[in-house]
DNA sequence: AGCTAAATTTGAATGCAGTCAAATTCTACG
DNA sequence: CGTAGAATTTGACTGCATTCAAATTTAGCT
C-alpha cells in the first residue's frame, strides 16, 4: 500500500477515461499559448459545445484547467501533467503499433486512441523499453518522457525556409490519415532529406526535391512538413536518407 | 458503410465495456452447464448483488442471457458468441503480451482485460497472425475462433489419472498469480512432461516427476493441471520437454 | 453606441451502472 | 411442513457524461 511517488496522484477518484481525453484535446489546441474555446474542443471530441461547457466547468473544480467563462480554458500544471502522460502513453502506443506490431502509420493514431487511456504504467515502459526509448512516434511528434519533460528538437516548417533549403523531414505535423497516406506514398516520411525547389505564389504548388525524385504539393499540405535544417555544405553531398520509415515498416504482412 | 458479416451485430447500440464483461464472466460461470448466480456474478465482478441483479435484467431484455429469476443466468446463442468474441481478444492478448512484449504469466491477466473491450477486429488479427494462429493461451486454455468454436483438445485432470499416468501438461487451470507464480517456480507450465507418483490420502499432498526433478505439490494446486496423456510406450523414453514456455520467455529484459 | 450573429453557458432531462436498505423468494433442516 | 437464514430482487437514490432548448454573453460591424 506505499504511494508511489509519480508526479501528480493520477490515482486520485475523478480522473477517468473521459477526462483523460479532455485534458489530451485541451493539452493540444493550448500548444500555441491560446486558450482552447469550447467549441473546439467539443469538435475534437464529438461532443456538443453544451456537453463540452458543463465538463470544462468539472474540470476546473477539480483544478485540471484554468477556465475563463466565455472564453476558454487553459492547463493548470496537474493537468498538464496528465496530459502529457496520456500523450506519451499515445506516442509510444503509435511508435509500438508501428514498429512491433506493423500498422501503417496512417491506421496507428485510431488504435493508440482507443489505448492511451487503458493501459498503465507497465505497460508504458515495457513498450518504452522494447522500443528503445523513442522520442517521437511515427510521424514524428516528441514523446514526453516520464518526467513530463519535451526532447529537445529544432524542427521548423519547410515552407518558412528560403528557397534551397535542405533538411531531413522530422515530422508531418497532421492527423488526417489520407493525407498522411499520400505523404508516405510520395516518399515524404520522417528522417527523408527533402530540398525546397519553388513555391509558386499565390497559394500555389510547392516543389520538394527528395531522394525519390521531383515531388509537387499542394500549399495545405506542404505547409505540414518540419524539418531539421542541413547545412549548405552536408546538403551538397549527401542525397541518401538514413531511415527510412514509412506506412510499410516490415515486409511480410497486411 | 457497408455492414461487415461479423457472426453477431456486435456494434449495435448497447454492447459497450460493462456488458462485455459481464458476458465474459457469465461465460465462465456457465461452463458447467449450470446457471451463473447473480452472487457469483456479481463477486467476479467487484459489484453488489443488487448491482449485477439489475444487470442481468438488463442483458436478459437485449437477449443477451437467458435469465429465470431467483434461479440464474445463462448465455443465449447470441451472448455467448459475443463472450467468445472478448475471450478470444482476452487469451490472445495474453498470449500477444507473454511472447511478444515479455511479460510473466502471472502478469498477462491483468493487462489482457484492461485491453480486451477495447480492441477492434484488426487489431485482433494482427496478433493473431504475428503469433502464428495460436489455439491457447499462456496457461492452456484454448483461444476460440474467430467463428466462435473451440479448437479440439484432449486435455485430462492430471489428479483423475492412475498412478504412474505420464502426460504433457496442456493447462494450469487457475487465474491465481501468486499460484501460477509458484507453478512456474516449479517448472510447472504447459508442455512439460510430468508423471504421477503419489497421490496421499485424506487430501494430502501429490508428487510429480518432471524434467527438473521430482515436485511435491499440495492437492489444491495439483487439481488444477490438465495434461494430454501420453501413451505408456511413449512415455517411458521421451523425458524432455518441447517447448518451456515460462514466466520469461526472453532474456534481455524485466 | 447599438444591434445582430455567433459562441457559450445554464437548466431540465436522459441513460447507464452503480449503491444501500428493504422486501421478497427460495431452500434446507428439524 | 413450517420457518430461519441465505440469496435475490426491488425501489429510491447517486454520480457521471451526455443531450436539447433556452438564456446569456461576447464580438464584430455600421
Redesign the pocket.
Known amino acids: 500500500m506505499t504511494r508511489r511517488h509519480e508526479q501528480v496522484d493520477v490515482d486520485r477518484?475523478?480522473v477517468?477515461?473521459?477526462?483523460l481525453?479532455?485534458l489530451d484535446v485541451i493539452y493540444r489546441l493550448t500548444q500555441d499559448g491560446q486558450p482552447a474555446?469550447?467549441?473546439?474542443i467539443?469538435a475534437k471530441?464529438?461532443?456538443?459545445?453544451?456537453?463540452?461547457?458543463?465538463?470544462?466547468?468539472?474540470l476546473a473544480e477539480r483544478k485540471l484547467v484554468e477556465?475563463?467563462?466565455?472564453?476558454?480554458?487553459l492547463l493548470t500544471p496537474q493537468g498538464r501533467q496528465i496530459a502529457l502522460r496520456t500523450i506519451r502513453r499515445h506516442r509510444l502506443l503509435e511508435m509500438f503499433l508501428h514498429k512491433v506490431m506493423g500498422f501503417a502509420w496512417d491506421e496507428v493514431d485510431e488504435h493508440a486512441h482507443a489505448l492511451e487511456t487503458v493501459i498503465n504504467e507497465q505497460f508504458e515502459d515495457r513498450m518504452d523499453e522494447m522500443l528503445g526509448h523513442p522520442t517521437r512516434c511515427p510521424h514524428g511528434h516528441l514523446i514526453p518522457a516520464k518526467d513530463g519533460t519535451l526532447p529537445p528538437a529544432n524542427d521548423v516548417p519547410l515552407l518558412e525556409q528560403p528557397i534551397g533549403t535542405t533538411g531531413i523531414i522530422r515530422c508531418i505535423d497532421t492527423d488526417n490519415n489520407a493525407w498522411l497516406r499520400y505523404f508516405g506514398e510520395q516518399g515524404l516520411v520522417p528522417g527523408v532529406q527533402v530540398s525546397l525547389r519553388e513555391v509558386a505564389p499565390y497559394g500555389g504548388p510547392v516543389s520538394l526535391e527528395t531522394p525519390h525524385g521531383l515531388v509537387i504539393l499542394g500549399r495545405n499540405l506542404a505547409e505540414l512538413i518540419l524539418i531539421e535544417v542541413m547545412p549548405p555544405e552536408a546538403a551538397a553531398q549527401q542525397t541518401t536518407p538514413q531511415h527510412i520509415p514509412s506506412g510499410q515498416p516490415f515486409s511480410d504482412h497486411r
Open positions: 477518484v475523478g477517468n477515461d473521459a477526462v481525453h479532455y474555446n469550447t467549441t473546439e467539443a471530441l464529438g461532443v456538443t459545445p453544451s456537453g463540452a461547457s458543463v465538463m470544462l466547468r468539472r477556465l475563463t467563462p466565455y472564453k476558454g480554458a
